[in-house]
């Protein structure tokens, strides 16, 4: 049985985050402490794991948390890394020129539990790819049927 808070936001009348006797100043005051904490989180694991991607041939798209599509040039080992799911591209806060970077899985994988939304791409397993829709991501079958 759903209490009256579940029932509210069912209805669309109050935010799942809803504190009762909040302000809305009090609330976006404790948002932007929330987002500022996941920020400083995701750039403690990302700082240390960050790859140098040198400037290659391949073009690497990936959308922003805003749908803008972004490029990387990447060399042929960081493609097949991303493409794998080795790789992931995650945002790096603190970093005004280009905020992302290219981390292992495992960094990926932390950064994921700390803040899915920084994680821009990741081939997390066979069906399942983060930060790309499924149709910007053909299947592996369909790709093997075109190799000789």
């Not at 920020?39 to 073009?59: C, F, S």
Request: net charge positive.
């Amino acid at each position: 049985m759903l209490n009256l808070k579940d029932k509210l936001v069912a209805a669309g009348l109050v935010k799942k985050d809803h504190i009762p006797g909040e302000t809305n100043e009090q609330r976006s005051r404790r948002l932007s402490k929330e987002l500022q904490e996941k920020r400083l989180k995701v750039k403690a694991l990302v700082q240390p794991a960050a790859l140098e991607t040198k400037l290659g041939e391949h073009t690497f798209f990936f959308t922003t948390r805003s749908r803008k599509m972004r490029r990387l040039c990447i060399e042929d080992e960081i493609r097949a890394g991303l493409e794998k799911g080795d790789l992931a591209v995650v945002e790096y806060p603190d970093k005004p020129d280009f905020p992302w970077a290219v981390v292992p899985r495992q960094t990926a994988e932390k950064v994921l539990k700390a803040d899915r939304n920084a994680v821009r791409f990741y081939v997390r397993s066979k069906g399942e790819v983060i930060g790309a829709s499924a149709e910007s991501c053909p299947a592996e079958e369909e790709n093997d049927s075109e190799r000789p």
